[in-house]
């Protein structure tokens, strides 16, 4: 069935079920072409502040201690004085180069290469089922009287992957260079001498504390501490209204898109921005109209407007 012919059996629908619907609470001065949907408005609240003195002003003893500081004496330890410090000999290294082992040549088994290569194949194709559904272009389904939309399946791939040979094994012949080592050889550079040291002087140092201010008390103000108390008044009780929303005989790709993208801009995962809706889209939505206490039970326009989205 095509998108027309499945907005015809929807507006059949509506026209055998409104006798039924005569006596029953009907949106008001409602025009063709508009969805409407009872939606849940909630409650109103107004706060108030109230300021309540939580201590009063008092005046605390404050004990201000003394304060100190210290002056350093400097005095002679040890005179000054001389020894004669032995001065060992210092040695030096000589390096010499010798041969380990001659240069040769030498087989070397390069390994194969390989690639993985990756092919996508269909595992199931694409398909048409009936699910349940919740707009106008939907049909009722005569065994157990839900509400059904006629939903395209994709088809389904997956990948998998195998190896391609490259480059097959080979083998290859190596130069490899003679090896070298080094041996180090002790040699005297400087012989062994005496030399005179010049031990200086020893000071140390005496540190004496006096008193800068004696100790002392004061008398400190200590304002008043007050709290502000917030008070939630009931304004307006939570009620259910008629209000204009968007449904799948009055919405566009292009709406559903913004409507996504401005709820992934403020935190609200709605999903791949795709022009469907979905379960995670209509989860989004509601989470939205909670915070900002905005009606829920329908994608309203105020919710539009709230997120600026233009449902033309």
């Known amino acids: 069935m095509n998108l027309i012919s499945r ?26 072409g508009e969805c409407y949907a009872k939606v849940l408005v909630p409650a109103q609240y107004s706060t108030t502040v109230q300021q309540i003195l939580v201590k009063p002003e008092s005046q605390k003893i404050k004990k201000i201690p003394a304060q100190y500081e210290t002056i350093e004496e400097t005095y002679l330890v040890q005179d000054a004085s001389f020894e004669y410090v032995p001065v060992p000999p ?13 240069e040769r040549m030498e087989k070397k ?15 199931r194709p694409a398909r048409v089922e009936w699910k349940p559904g919740r707009g106008a272009l939907e049909r009722v389904d005569d065994a157990t009287g839900e509400i059904m939309c006629r939903v395209e399946v994709p088809a389904e791939y997956k990948t998998i992957q195998r190896q391609v040979i490259l480059e097959p094994e ?4 190596e130069l490899v260079p003679a090896k070298y080592d080094t041996v180090r050889r ?3 550079v400087e012989q062994a001498t005496v030399q005179r040291k010049e031990i200086p002087a020893k000071y140390d140092t005496r540190k004496t504390r006096r008193v800068v201010e004696p100790e002392r008390t004061e008398v400190e103000y200590v304002p008043p501490v007050y709290d ?7 304004t307006g009780s939570e009620r259910l209204e008629w209000r204009e929303i968007l449904c799948e005989t009055n919405t566009k790709p292009n709406t559903i898109r913004q409507l996504q993208q401005s709820l992934n801009n403020q935190g609200f995962d709605a999903g791949t921005v795709d022009g469907q809706v979905g379960r995670q889209t209509l989860t989004a ?8 206490g905005l009606p829920t039970g329908g994608l309203t326009l105020a919710t539009l407007e709230r997120l600026g989205v233009n449902p033309n």
Request: glycine share 0%; net charge negative.
């Open 90 to 102: 210092r040695y030096d290294y000589v390096e010499e180069r010798v041969i380990v082992s001659p």
């Open 186 to 188: 002790r040699v005297v």
């Open 228 to 234: 502000q108390v917030e008070q939630r008044v009931q």
């Open 7 to 32: 907005a015809l059996a929807a507006v059949s629908l509506c026209a055998i079920s409104a006798p039924a619907f005569a006596q029953v609470d009907l949106p008001p001065n409602a025009r063709a």
């Open 109 to 123: 088994v390069i390994p194969a290469r390989t690639e993985t290569v990756e092919e996508k194949i269909m595992v």
């Open 170 to 173: 080979r083998i290859v012949e």
């Open 285 to 292: 939505v509601r989470d939205f109209q909670l915070r900002e």
